[in-house]
């Protein structure tokens, strides 16, 4: 649509009928903020929702094993320099009870998470034997799909994790604007992580990207994020408000309230129809799950048990002890939203189905 011809009505009604979007349409949803517009942008997010997943949400349990990093990223708490912080790294036996209980309480995935922890990573590729272990035994146990966010690991480990049949490689861009990763993510390739990604997807695996707002990105960045998801043909799709960390240089920054998040979300939805797209508890804990299902999410991530002494990553400990972020709460918030949780086997299929398709375009590539 030329500029001039932009309006709303006009562009949902484009997506709703699955034509290619423009950037510039991209740019005018993100930039709403009359709530009369923002309510019919949510709208039109849930009916996608619901014409690819019906009433199903899925559930993601949230491991994060260890909060050892060897990393700088400006925004993030767990960054090396911050001496402030306790730190842990959970045994093999921890890490079991924490995700047989998730199981047992119904999520579809475990979300296996650290840093960048030199006890992996100061060894170069030979140094994550008992991490590939671990993986490994926590799928057997659980017979659970799980998603890795562990970082750049060398590419002979990711081989080895996607010959183990682990489902997903979680490794965010935070934004795809080069500059302002480099100011982020300081010191870490900005092309060596994108390389990670196409690695794993390479190999079959399922590949979550993720992007923060708040962080001094513009409208063009974000529409230029959503671009590049939909051409790299990601299989999920996150965004998080960041959350300013004392500690870190960037813990003067104004925080951002959530409703360019949850614009975000509706606009990956209606660009990235039939993927999956997180309601992260992390940023705003169970108060912001209703408005990020309202905008159109299909996962709800970073359910923690309470009483393992486990972490969050936006916020070290927000509604974890005090069982907030189990299924007991979120339920029903799901089910007041008219949702329901999927049955195991429904998140199976959709996993099992996205491969397949992923197999069959990369086959026709050639
Ligand atoms: N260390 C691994 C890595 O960086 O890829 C795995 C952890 S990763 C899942 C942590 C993610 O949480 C970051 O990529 C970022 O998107 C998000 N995050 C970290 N600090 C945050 C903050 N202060 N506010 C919001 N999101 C944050
Ligand atoms: C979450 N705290 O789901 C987690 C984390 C890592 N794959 C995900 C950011 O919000
Ligand atoms: Fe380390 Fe990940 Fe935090 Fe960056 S985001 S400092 S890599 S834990």
């Not at 899925?58 to 260890?66: A, H, K, R, T, W």
């Not at 708040?214 to 996150?238: C, K, N």
């Not at 003067?252 to 998040?261: A, F, G």
């Amino acid at each position: 649509m030329q500029q001039a011809d932009l309006n709303l009505t006009g562009i949902l009604d484009h997506l709703l009928k699955g034509h290619p979007v423009e950037k510039n349409e991209i740019k005018y949803l993100l930039g709403l903020s009359d709530p009369e517009d923002t309510s019919l942008l949510f709208e039109a997010a849930q009916n996608v929702r619901t014409r690819y997943f019906g009433n199903k949400i899925f559930l993601y349990g949230f491991l994060y094993f260890s909060t050892h990093c060897r990393n700088n990223c400006n925004f993030c708490q767990y960054r090396q320099s911050n001496t402030m912080l306790p730190r842990y790294r959970k045994t093999q036996n921890e890490i079991l009870t924490a995700a047989r209980e998730m199981t047992d309480a119904g999520v579809h995935l475990i979300d296996l998470t650290m840093g960048e922890d030199p006890e992996f990573y100061s060894l170069g590729e030979n140094g994550f034997n008992h991490l590939v272990s671990m993986i490994k035994i926590v799928q057997n146990e659980t017979k659970l799909p799980v998603m890795i966010s562990p970082g750049t690991l060398p590419d002979k480990v990711i081989v080895e994790l996607a010959a183990a049949q682990v489902s997903w490689y979680a490794c965010y861009q935070e934004t795809h604007n080069e500059t302002l990763y480099k100011a982020l993510r300081q010191g870490q390739g900005f092309k060596k992580r994108l390389a990670k990604k196409q690695l794993a997807k390479s190999l079959g695996m399922l590949i979550e990207e993720g992007i923060l707002t708040g962080v001094g990105e513009t409208l063009d960045d974000l529409a230029d994020s959503i671009i590049w998801m939909r051409d790299f043909s990601v299989d999920q799709a996150r965004v998080m408000t960041f959350v300013p960390q004392a500690g870190t240089p960037m813990a003067k920054t104004t925080p951002q309230n959530n409703l360019m998040e949850l614009i975000i979300i509706a606009v990956m939805r209606l660009v990235l129809p039939d993927r999956l797209i997180p309601a992260s508890l992390d940023v705003n804990g169970l108060s912001g799950l209703k408005a990020r299902l309202t905008a159109g999410a299909n996962v709800v991530t970073s359910i923690v048990p309470p009483e393992k002494g486990l972490a969050g990553v936006a916020n070290h400990s927000l509604d974890i002890e005090d069982s907030r972020r189990t299924l007991d709460h979120i339920l029903p918030i799901v089910k007041a939203c008219g949702l329901l949780p999927a049955r195991p086997e429904e998140y199976l299929s959709w996993t099992v189905a996205r491969q397949k398709t992923l197999i069959r375009s990369s086959a026709k590539k050639g």
